[in-house]
T-cell receptor
Framework: DQQVKQNSPSLSVQEGRISILNCDYTNSMFDYFLWYKKYPAEGPTFLISISSIKDKNEDGRFTVFLNKSAKHLSLHIVPSQPGDSAVYFCAASGASGTYKYIFGTGTRLKVLA | DTEVTQTPKHLVMGMTNKKSLKCEQHMGHRAMYWYKQKAKKPPELMFVYSYEKLSINESVPSRFSPECPNSSLLNLHLHALQPEDSALYLC?????????????FGEGSRLTVL
């Protein structure tokens, strides 16, 4: 049972345009969400996070939106750059006191120059 | 220092071998993790150590044996592995005492079992 899903395995976007990566979750106990970027043969790198008490968090070109009623979050990258080409994972964790971060299946983003 | 260092980067072993993967962090983090990642799949949690004590074991086979000698080091001892155990093994650490906080990952150890 995949509790965190990224339904688009891949996405291609033109350089300078917006990239929107989506993530859905099923467990209503999740209250903290993170996005990671992964290049081949490297470990995931943290990008941005959001707590369930917020619906938006922004950091430079990256913005994460959380819709708790829909159990959906999205990552917006504006403007997209070729260096953003990577696999993006969303991750979710539950109530404080647990250490379980559940990762989504990943979306491969390709930014075309 | 915001790095998690994993060694070796690549490991090839036979099914009868005993080997170990090592992980080190000097960020003062008190939670350390082992994840396993197969190709085109998300990282899957294996073990979590909190304050050097094993707090989560995700029903991992006993041929994988974790060890946390101190707050900076995490080992994964490997014995009698199967070819299907070939994967990228990721170590991570986090600062907080709960699930709130980012994971810092190492670059991973790519394991091939022949």
């Amino acid at each position: 049972d995949q509790q965190v899903k990224q339904n688009s395995p891949s996405l291609s976007v033109q350089e300078g345009r917006i990239s929107i990566l989506n993530c859905d979750y099923t467990n209503s106990m999740f209250d903290y969400f993170l996005w990671y970027k992964k290049y081949p043969a490297e470990g995931p790198t943290f990008l941005i996070s959001i707590s369930s008490i917020k619906d938006k968090n922004e950091d430079g070109r990256f913005t994460v939106f959380l819709n708790k009623s829909a159990k959906h979050l999205s990552l917006h990258i504006v403007p997209s750059q070729p260096g953003d080409s990577a696999v993006y994972f969303c991750a979710a964790s539950g109530a404080s006191g647990t250490y379980k971060y559940i990762f989504g299946t990943g979306t491969r983003l390709k930014v075309l120059a | 220092d915001t790095e998690v260092t994993q060694t070796p980067k690549h490991l090839v072993m036979g099914m009868t071998n005993k080997k170990s993967l090592k992980c080190e962090q000097h960020m003062g983090h008190r939670a350390m993790y082992w994840y396993k990642q197969k190709a085109k799949k998300p990282p899957e949690l294996m073990f979590v150590y909190s304050y050097e004590k094993l707090s989560i074991n995700e029903s991992v086979p006993s041929r994988f044996s974790p060890e946390c000698p101190n707050s900076s080091l995490l080992n994964l001892h490997l014995h009698a592995l199967q070819p299907e155990d070939s994967a990228l093994y990721l170590c991570a650490s986090s600062t907080s005492g709960g699930a709130i906080g980012e994971l810092f990952f190492g670059e991973g150890s790519r394991l091939t079992v022949l």
